[in-house]
């Protein structure tokens, strides 16, 4: 059974600063989800990650995978407020591993507040 | 372009009694998933329909969910005799193909917010 783990469940950071969030899963994977909800709100696709040294960068934030170790990062640079909200790493398990790889486990989630 | 919407948005219900939550995936989109949000938690899988054909209903508690996807498109999840556990919000997901076969990713919809009384 895939199970995900993600680190730091809160974090509280100030703009300007960097810092990571990460996420461990259990057993192999074939693509690795972040999404951001907003409170209240769905969640919104960030990234998909489908292979060993992806990385992906959208504005200030960075996502990367490495497969051997089953860790993605979501690195946050020069925080600012309006990235406060709630990231959530997913994994797939692989389509050749037996599971149904259709069904994304969630991590619990990083509350993120940026402060002034 | 239209995103997942669902309906409900908010709903109350008093314990024992049933309720049907609607979701209207993407058009086009051949997957939808239902999940299930407790609060402070990721979402969790419930179901999964390929087309009008539920291929994996692993997830669903018990027996008093129930969930369809008669033509392809439009689902609802039903809940029988409610209790307060069910409360969570109730999320749907849908993507563009075959996601066993694809690295689709999943585009939600807002949710509903189900409150058992």
């Known amino acids: 059974e895939l199970k995900v783990e993600q680190n730091p469940l809160f974090l509280s950071m100030q703009e300007g600063k960097n810092y990571t969030i990460y996420c461990n899963y259990s057993?192999?994977?074939?693509?690795l989800y972040w999404y951001r909800q907003d409170p209240g709100k769905s969640l919104e696709s960030l990234f998909v990650?489908?292979?060993?040294?992806a990385v992906k960068q959208e504005g200030r934030l960075m996502a990367s995978l490495d497969t051997k170790a089953r860790l993605s990062t979501l690195h946050i640079t020069a925080a600012v407020h309006d990235l406060s909200a709630t990231y959530f790493c997913a994994a797939a398990p692989r389509w050749n591993s037996g599971g149904s790889n259709y069904k994304l486990t969630f991590g619990k989630g990083t509350l993120l507040t940026v402060n002034p | 372009g239209a995103g997942v919407s669902q309906s409900p948005r908010y709903k109350v219900a008093k314990r024992g009694q049933d309720v049907a939550l609607r979701c209207d995936p993407i058009?086009?989109?051949?997957?939808l998933f239902w999940y299930q949000q407790a609060l402070g938690q990721g979402p969790e899988f419930l179901t999964y329909?390929?087309?009008?054909?539920?291929?994996?209903k692993s997830g669903l508690p018990s027996d008093r969910f129930f969930a369809e996807r008669p033509e392809g498109s439009v689902s609802t999840l039903k809940i029988q005799r409610t209790q307060q556990e069910d409360s969570a919000v109730y999320l749907c997901a849908s993507s563009k193909s075959r996601t066993g076969y694809s690295q689709e990713t999943q585009y939600f919809g807002p949710g509903t917010r189900l409150l058992v009384l």
């Open positions: 329909f390929q087309n009008e054909a539920q291929l994996d």
């Open positions: 990650l489908l292979s060993n040294g």
């Open positions: 058009s086009g989109h051949v997957s």
């Open positions: 057993t192999t994977s074939d693509r």
